[in-house]
Every structure is written in C-alpha cells, then in structure tokens.
C-alpha cells in the first residue's frame, strides 16, 4: 500500500492540471529573434549551418519581419555581416551610419514602431583579427581601449534608434561604461541594457561564427569569454553587471548552462533573465529531428521550458518563427 505522504499522481493525473505545475507559460513575448542583416542590400542568402537562417539585406529586411510581426513577433537582435565595408584592428565600420545594422534600425523602428529592436554590441564582426576588443602589440585585448569603443558603438546604436543594446564582447568594466555613455547622450531613459554576463567559451559558436563571419584569425577567445568549467566567475561575472547598471542579465549558451541560469535567477531576483540558445543548439536540434531521432516541435518546446524552469523570463532563439505558429 502507498504511504499518503507518497502520492503525486493525484495532482497532474488530468491533462488540466499539468500547466499548473509550472512556474511559467511560455508566450511570444518571452521570444527575441537575432537575425544577421548583411550590407549586400538585396541579399537573402541562406545560412548552410543553420537551416531556415539568412543573412538578410536591408532592401529585404521588412519582407522578411513582416509576416513574423504578423504572427506575434515583439522583438529582435540585430548582428551585422560586413562583406563590402573594410575591416580594420578598430572595427572602425561597426557603428558606420551607412552600415547594415544602423540601416536595419531605422528601417525596422519606421516600418515596425512597437517592435523591439535590440542590437549585439561587439567587434568581431568588424575587426580585421577577429577579436571581441582592441589588441595590444602582444596581440593581447587592450581592455581600456576596447571598452572605449564598445561604448561609443552602443551610444550610436541608441541614438539610431535601438531599442537595446547588448554587449557581448566580455571586456571587463563595459557595462558601467556603456551605462554612462547612455546617460551622458540623455539616452538612458530610453534604452536598455542587456548584459551577456555569463558568456562562456563554448564550442558552440560555430555557425554563428559561419553566418557572422566572425572568427578570430588567430588564437581563440578563451582569455575573455569564461572557461567552461568556471561557475564562480559565472557568478561573480553576474554580480559585477548588476552592480555596473545592466537592466537585463544574460547566459550563453543555454541548454548546457542551465546551473548557471538558476544562479542568475537567484543572484539577481529583481532582474529579467535571459537565455542565448546559440547556433549550436539549434543546429544540433535541427539535426538530430531530421534524422529521426525525435519530433522537432516537441524538442525544441521541451528546451524552452528547460530554460524557463531555469528561471528565463526572456528566450533568444532561432526557434522564433517555427514558436510563433506553435505557441498559436
């Protein structure tokens, strides 16, 4: 016989009661779509690593979000693919005003007012090494310089009309300088900011590195992105974007960093908490549903309650277009 004090069936034994157990419901508002906007114009080019992914040109850009704000899209990353503007050892071209993601701002804010626009602040994309910073002769980051300019790209994202700007780049001390560049500009009421503070040093960048062309020309990223095996300077990563003024607090990757997003979730309480489910996981996700191994829908809806049970109040996932028709 059962002991009483044993007995859960009772309490999820009808279809009904199942929603009741969880923490969240996951709706299109807990969704952020990054999509890669290229300076080619005319451009939808298809992402080889990443099934159903683009590199979007401006001319092409409110074709393509239209029917997603049609179904229920609030909110998008913007990351910019520079393939005819020059690099250099500064990323000089990241915050250029005729560049894709400025251009894709003020298109997306004039066609799409209530759409939230967020953009990825970071360097890679722009720099001729491939690096996250500026290099010191040694080829090492140059933080002081780096942050210097992260700053000034976000302030020139805002002022373009941004939404949100998200520094990805892990320098050390750019969320207080990014912060105060906003409140100087008179733009710190307007703008949030979005902190990847526990970005680690994951092997699952690799498409995103194939559709951003974006990877380092040397050596690697290890010395800034955190290790891995590392939750305390997770933490410790978390409380220092916290005390800097981060509005919103952000894991990368997300399935295999669950720990870390509970962590988060009890580090900063009174913080959204947001989880990057990289192009890795998709495309792994992707992959493994196309050879038989399980039903894409059901994975990829178990994965966002994975991450809200975490304790995510805001999914960034490629997932977005194929959630929008499923969470109908």
């Not at 590199?55 to 990353?77: C, D, H, S, W, Y």
């Not at 990289?278 to 792994?284: K, L, N, R």
Request: contains cysteine; negative net charge; hydrophobic residues 40%.
């Amino acid at each position: 016989m059962v002991e009483v004090d044993s007995l859960l069936h009772s309490g999820y034994h009808h279809p009904v009661q199942r929603p009741w157990q969880a923490e969240r419901v996951l709706t299109k508002g807990a969704l952020m779509y990054p999509i890669f906007i290229t300076d080619e114009k005319d451009s939808l080019i298809p992402i080889s690593s990443m099934p159903n992914q683009y590199r979007i040109g401006v001319n092409r850009l409110e074709e393509f979000i239209a029917p997603l704000v049609a179904k229920g899209l609030q909110a998008v990353m913007l990351f910019g693919v520079p393939n005819d503007f020059v690099k250099d050892a500064f990323g000089t071209a990241a915050d250029d005003p005729n560049g894709p993601v400025i251009q894709a701002i003020r298109l997306l804010k004039a066609k799409f007012p209530p759409l939230l626009v967020s953009c990825d602040v970071c360097l890679c994309e722009y720099t001729s090494h491939g690096h996250c910073g500026h290099l010191n002769p040694d080829n090492t980051i140059d933080n002081t310089a780096s942050v210097r300019r992260l700053a000034e790209v976000a302030v020139n994202y805002a002022k373009a009309g941004a939404d949100n700007v998200a520094p990805s780049d892990m320098m050390d001390g750019r969320m207080r300088a990014i912060k105060q560049g906003l409140v100087d500009a008179g733009l710190s009421h307007r703008v949030s900011l979005m902190a990847y503070s526990a970005k680690y040093a994951s092997a699952l960048y690799g498409p995103f590195r194939d559709a951003a062309c974006s990877g380092a020309q040397f050596g690697d990223r290890s010395a800034y992105q955190l290790p891995p095996s590392s939750r305390g300077l997770g933490r410790r990563a978390i409380e220092r974007d916290v005390r800097e003024g981060a509005d919103i607090i952000m894991v990368k990757p997300a399935t295999f960093y669950l720990d870390i997003i509970r962590d988060a979730k009890e580090q900063a309480p009174n913080h959204p908490i947001a989880a990057y489910q990289v192009s890795g996981e998709y495309a792994m996700i992707h992959h493994a549903a196309t050879a038989g191994v399980f039903d894409l829908k059901t994975a990829v809806l178990e994965s966002m309650t994975s991450l809200q049970r975490a304790g995510c109040s805001l999914i960034l996932t490629y997932f977005t277009p194929e959630l929008l028709e499923w969470l109908n």
